[in-house]
């Protein structure tokens, strides 16, 4: 039974540059959702996907975008990385809206 | 604005004791409410869900729109109940989680 699954598992990148972090969901969901976990804190709410719509949008900034691609796997962008960003990404995949998630791993972004 | 609040960043308690792990929210229509865990070196799952009322591990809560708690309970800790403890609202297209709470379980 996959489960959902994120890459890379690790990143360190600089400031200032651009990263992409992948997410499949497992077989069947149709909606996934996006976090930032800084240390001590809870996961923070960044994007959610139903039917490669957009359904939700934290409070990042614009240098943070997403899309759900036709297979249901899903793309988060940073640009222009600061250091505040390094932080656990950590994908999730529902069935549907306000159902229960069913989290990745995690990405784990360095930003040096 | 939705809000979850979970007050206590560590708990601990020993263990055959009873634990509540408290969370508190603020949202103006009907709340979507959750409790996830993360056990030690595994991803965030699950633990319940106030409408499945259902005792997950031993584990209930229960809504209380009055005092817009969701109390996350158990009569007797077990060991294996350590963990980090994670409330989490869902409504208004976002998910807000709480701070979450770590329970120590002490043998």
């Known amino acids: 039974d996959a489960g959902v699954t994120q890459s890379p598992t690790h990143l360190i990148k600089t400031r200032g540059q651009q990263v992409t972090l992948r997410c499949s969901p497992i077989?069947?969901?149709?909606?996934v959702s996006w976090y930032q976990q800084v240390l001590g804190q809870g996961p923070q709410f960044i994007f959610q996907?139903?039917?490669?719509?957009?359904?939700g949008r934290g409070n990042f900034p614009d240098r943070f975008s997403a899309r759900q691609f036709p297979n249901y796997s899903s793309e988060l962008n940073v640009n222009a990385l600061l250091l505040g960003d390094s932080a656990l990404y950590l994908c999730?995949?529902?069935?549907?809206?306000?159902?229960?998630?069913?989290f990745g791993s995690g990405t784990q972004l360095s930003v040096l | 604005a939705q809000r979850v609040t979970q007050p206590e960043k560590l708990l601990s308690v020993f263990k055959g004791a009873p634990v509540e792990l408290k969370c508190n929210y603020s949202y103006s229509g009907s709340p979507e409410l959750f409790w996830y865990v993360q056990y030690s070196r595994q991803r965030l799952q699950l633990l319940l869900r106030?409408?499945s009322r259902e005792s997950i591990k031993g584990f209930t809560a229960d809504l209380n729109k009055g005092e817009t708690s969701f109390h996350l309970k158990k009569p007797f800790a077990q060991e294996e109940d350590s963990a980090m403890y994670y409330c989490a609202l869902a409504g208004d297209q976002k998910v807000t989680f709480g701070i979450g709470t770590k329970l120590q379980v002490i043998p």
């Open positions: 999730a995949s529902m069935t549907g809206l306000n159902e229960k998630l069913f």
């Open positions: 106030h409408i």
């Open positions: 996907y139903y039917e490669k719509e957009e359904r």
């Open positions: 077989s069947g969901h149709k909606s």
